[in-house]
């Protein structure tokens, strides 16, 4: 399986519906704390309009209402990868991506049998606290040798500028948020981002 190595995360349909249609390719809503009716509309509009933009969507966290809304793909936390059903996901065909940010997590995933994992954060990020310092480049090129030929995704701080030295090291896709949703001109930061990783596509 190829990912595309701009990897957008946002937190809403209406990001969805703004970004998107500008060419991209494949988008993670990552919605929390939003009760249940609101959330699967918030995801079938996102499905809608990927599927309108030949743009992969990506759920994260929600597999029951990803399964029951007929999507494709999901992403789970390590938290939400422990009380998963696996089963259920793979017999209705969903693809499965896995965060991780050590070796433990690390083996978790692999052992989940993932289509990806995320490596994080490779830099300092505001997106929310973490545990775990900046991995930095040279530990994207370490997870690649353990991970083989599973898509690797590198998130957290990356901005256009770094991208050489993170697919320099092996990653497959950068996930980018921040960078794009507290943009001035989010529009133009995603123009930007496709531009940036037009040579990996």
Known sequence: MKLDPFYLIVDSAAWVRRLVPLGVKLVQLRI???DEVPLREEIREAREICARHQ?????????????????????????????????????HGLKLGVST????????????????????????????????APQGV???????????????????????ERLPGVFANGADSAAVVTDITLNPDPEARTRQWLAATAEWR
């Open 32 to 34: 929390k704390d939003m």
């Open 101 to 132: 940010h050590d070796d433990v997590e690390l083996d978790t995933a692999l052992a989940a049998k993932p289509d990806y994992v995320a490596l994080g954060p490779v830099y300092p990020t505001i997106l929310k606290k973490m545990k775990w």
């Open 55 to 91: 743009c992969q969507l990506i759920v994260n966290d929600y597999w029951h209402i990803a399964i029951e809304e007929a999507c494709d793909f999901v992403h789970l936390g390590q938290e939400d990868l422990a009380d998963a059903d696996l089963d259920a996901i793979r017999a």
């Open 138 to 160: 040279e530990k994207i090129a370490t997870w690649k040798a353990k991970v083989g030929d599973l898509p690797l995704v590198a998130i957290g701080g990356l901005r256009p």
